[in-house]
């Protein structure tokens, strides 16, 4: 008598428990074990880990390709060694199989590619059937000025942006350069404040342009409504006399949502290396403040280099008015922050 053949399966749900602990390639590499186990996996890939890619540029020179590393996360250019480039090719669908259900660490494209990469993005997402996953969005913070955006740009640049987020991406921070500072006075930058992401603007130097307190003012004002946090680098702006402007106007931005802050960098403040003199100044206005609350510490920034700040913090109302001052042999120079005084107040409570 032939013995009694039984096919015996682990369960889906304790499989899935066990691939959790695997890196995305090895997960994949499972898919070839048998149908069954491929099955699973293909079934499982909302809950198993993504592969991690660190960054992913979309170029067109010399032709569409996109820029892909599997190592750790760096801020340094992805031009460098250790990086591999892989042609796109859409037709072929290299491109939607190194980009499915995949993470990047950073995802470049510059404005002047835009148009020619969005509908190539587009086709991308309705392959995979879902968006791009991204932990950073850059478009040209670093760029040429002559790269960026100008005034009359922003309508389309809003529009493209608009679009990218409507569905084709989903990130957590969002870096753009902008030509010039006057783009502040642009309307069309309301639209793309109101995207729920963590931003970063890098507004260029151009010496024939300078835009006023009360233009800075406004724009924060605006900006408040939607309860995203903003960082402003500010190059065509020389703020002698910001601290004084924005304690006078601070009652203007009562009814903060909690969400909400915008931090604020000029152009003399940028490198870390300014006159004494100016922040001796600054120092001592907000120690004039009443109840004025100072913070000095410093921390280790990596093995080499240490972190040392001053913030100055004064609460009026609902809103914390931050003047920051941090040192190391990077420069980290003065920062105006704005934010709902519950944060100081939670800060206190994690301590």
């Not at 939607?226 to 703020?239: A, D, E, M, V």
Request: hydrophobic content about 35%; overall charge neutral; aromatic content about 14%.
């Amino acid at each position: 008598m032939q013995p009694e053949y039984r096919e015996t399966r682990t369960s889906p749900e304790i499989l899935c428990d066990v691939l959790k602990f695997l890196s995305k390639d090895h997960a994949n590499q499972c898919q070839r074990v048998c149908w069954w186990w491929n099955e699973v996996i293909k079934d499982a890939e909302e809950i198993l880990p993504r592969k991690y890619i660190c960054y992913l540029v979309l170029e067109r020179y010399p032709r569409w390709h996109a820029l892909h590393y599997d190592g750790k996360y760096s801020y340094s250019s992805p031009w460098c060694t250790g990086y591999t480039a892989f042609d796109c090719s859409w037709c072929e669908g290299i491109g939607f199989f190194m980009m499915a259900k995949a993470h990047f660490g950073q995802f470049t494209l510059e404005f002047s590619d835009f148009f020619e990469a969005i509908p190539k993005l587009h086709g991308i997402v309705k392959e995979n059937q879902q968006p791009v996953s991204v932990s950073r969005f850059v478009s040209n913070p670093w760029a040429e000025p002559e790269k960026l955006p100008t005034l009359k740009d922003l309508p389309t640049f809003a529009s493209f942006l608009e679009f990218l987020f409507e569905g084709l991406i989903i990130a957590d921070n969002m870096e753009l350069g902008f030509r010039t500072a006057a783009c502040i006075r642009s309307e069309d930058l309301m639209r793309i404040a109101k995207i729920p992401v963590k931003m970063k603007w890098e507004f260029k130097k151009d010496p024939e342009e300078n835009i006023s307190d009360e233009e800075i003012l406004k724009l924060i004002k605006e900006m408040k409504r939607f309860g995203n946090k903003y960082t402003l680098h500010i190059r065509s702006q020389n703020p002698e006399k910001f601290h004084h402007f924005l304690y006078e106007n601070l009652g203007s931005l009562n009814g903060l949502d909690k969400k909400f802050s915008a931090k604020i960098y000029f152009k003399d403040y940028l490198s870390g290396i300014m006159d004494d003199d100016k922040w001796h100044e600054i120092a001592k206005f907000m120690k004039s403040l009443p109840k004025v609350q100072i913070e000095e510490y410093e921390k280790p920034f990596d093995r080499k280099h240490t972190i040392r700040r001053t913030h100055y913090n004064f609460i009026q109302d609902d809103v914390l008015f931050q003047v920051r001052k941090g040192e190391h042999s990077f420069g980290f120079g003065i920062c105006y922050t704005i934010k709902h005084a519950e944060y100081l107040k939670s800060k206190k409570k994690n301590v």
